[in-house]
């Protein structure tokens, strides 16, 4: 146990760092990780729910783009009001509140009789998710053991290649059996309302949280029952948390002196990445259809673009823990920039599935360092806030693309479109050497006290 910072006497957060990977680990990623499954079906079902309406209900691009759009609009009020709740009421409630709220509003979705309806179950959809990934996000990295934190982090953003199989599955199988197939892939997203009271019943409450908000028996529980898991001892005496004694700071603190810097670097990083990711992926199933595909052969197209998501989590949930995460999350980026050139480039279906995978494979790989390393930047009192106000920011930027893409199309087709994104990828890889690199550390608790040997 290392007490470096503490004397003799370790504090909670430092017990939870020296214990190994346990079950209660394995079952917070598993429960956590279900659930961020189960939001990245909801997302990816739009795309093959929107290609199915553009022939079904006769709708322009224009009207398409809205329907992607909204969304991402609930997606960044859902992720700035989300991280704010979870420095407040904590990260286990408020990620079971989004998983109730965008479970029944995407089987609400299944009953839409207009466009008109669609999108405020869209936007609604949007709410419970942005809320949900940086609370989780956040939940898991603060019971992580240190050394293996970003790995544990990616780890669990690689659900999201799991639920967007899912939905590639369900996009391929169940939309196109009949008029009414993408009512029931809205009606399959329904299932994160059952599974919030799982998560609201079987996750544990943060321990910073709890020891943050005055809760030091629940807290000494919680690491306890770790330390049981993994057949440790615990301590005779713990060391007092750090407390800064003062109230909770607010949104205005991201820009305080000693963090502008980092908040400014991880806003583009995370915007850069929503632009790209969310223009490609929301339209590739539609694009494909444009360039002379039947839809089955497009959805079929996306499905094996998505496999490639797997291996690319897998290899950035080595090198975060190896090179470190900034130099995988800028990496991945640039990895993702030169597959979007090419993939805009593309004249064959062999290069188009090639590059397609590549793209998924680099592109998801990038999102995994990115989830590692977005809360470590910030302290305890504020991480919650400045996940979610980061993550929100960047949920701007999956608003606008999916609306510029009908414009880029028409000014210089696909080469222009993936040009754009490839530039994106870009301006993301650039800002990734602002941030803070903490492989290896602690997380920090208060404003101003950063952990050894950080940046």
Request: glycine fraction near 12%; aromatic fraction near 12%.
């Amino acid at each position: 146990m290392d007490t470096t910072t503490t004397g003799t006497a370790p504090t909670r957060s430092e017990r939870l760092d020296g214990l190994p990977f346990t079950r209660l680990h394995r079952r917070l990623v598993l429960g956590s990780g279900a659930g961020w499954a189960l939001d990245a079906m909801d997302v990816g079902l739009i795309s093959f729910v929107m290609a199915a309406l553009a022939a079904q209900w006769d709708l322009g691009t224009t009207t398409l783009s809205w329907v992607a759009s909204v969304g991402f609009i609930g997606m960044a009020v859902g992720a700035s009001v989300g991280g704010l709740l979870a420095d407040r009421v904590g990260r286990r409630q408020v990620f079971a509140l989004t998983l109730l709220v965008y479970g029944l509003a995407t089987g609400a979705a299944a009953l839409s009789w207009s466009v008109g309806a669609l999108l405020v179950f869209r936007f609604l959809i949007g709410l419970g998710l942005g809320a949900e990934l940086p609370v989780a996000s956040t939940l898991v990295s603060e019971f992580a053991p240190a050394r293996i934190r970003g790995r544990v982090v990616v780890a669990l953003e690689s659900f999201w290649a799991v639920g967007w199989l899912l939905a590639a599955l369900i996009g391929y199988f169940v939309v196109p059996l009949s008029d009414d197939g993408w009512r029931w892939a809205f009606a399959l997203g329904a299932v994160p309302a059952l599974y919030s009271a799982v998560v609201r019943l079987g996750l544990p409450e943060s321990v910073r949280f709890l020891e943050r908000h005055g809760r030091l028996e629940e807290a000494e529980r919680t690491v306890r029952s770790f330390e049981d898991a993994a057949g440790v001892e615990p301590p005779a005496a713990t060391a007092a948390p750090q407390d800064s004694g003062s109230a909770l700071p607010g949104p205005a603190a991201l820009w305080s002196p000693g963090v502008r810097r980092r908040t400014a670097s991880l806003w583009l990083v995370w915007f850069g990445v929503n632009f790209a990711y969310y223009g490609a992926f929301i339209w590739i199933p539609t694009i494909l259809v444009a360039s002379g595909m039947d839809l089955v052969r497009s959805f079929g197209f996306t499905l094996v673009i998505t496999l490639a998501q797997l291996p690319g989590y897998a290899a950035a949930a080595v090198l975060v823990e190896v090179w470190g995460r900034r130099p995988t999350l800028s990496t991945f980026l640039v990895g993702s920039a030169v597959a979007a050139l090419m993939f805009g480039n593309a004249g064959t279906e062999a290069a188009i599935l090639g590059w397609g995978m590549a793209l998924s494979f680099f592109n998801l790989g990038a999102w995994g360092a990115l989830y590692a390393l977005s809360p470590e930047v910030y302290p305890t009192e504020l991480r919650g806030t400045g996940t979610g106000w980061s993550a929100g920011f960047g949920r701007l930027a999956s608003i606008l693309a999916p609306l510029s893409v009908p414009w880029l199309l028409e000014a210089g087709g696909n080469a222009l479109l993936f040009a754009v994104f490839a530039g994106f990828f870009g301006l993301a890889a650039a800002a990734t050497w602002g941030l803070p690199e903490r492989r290896g550390e602690r997380l920090t608790d208060v404003l101003g006290s950063p952990s050894p040997g950080s940046s």
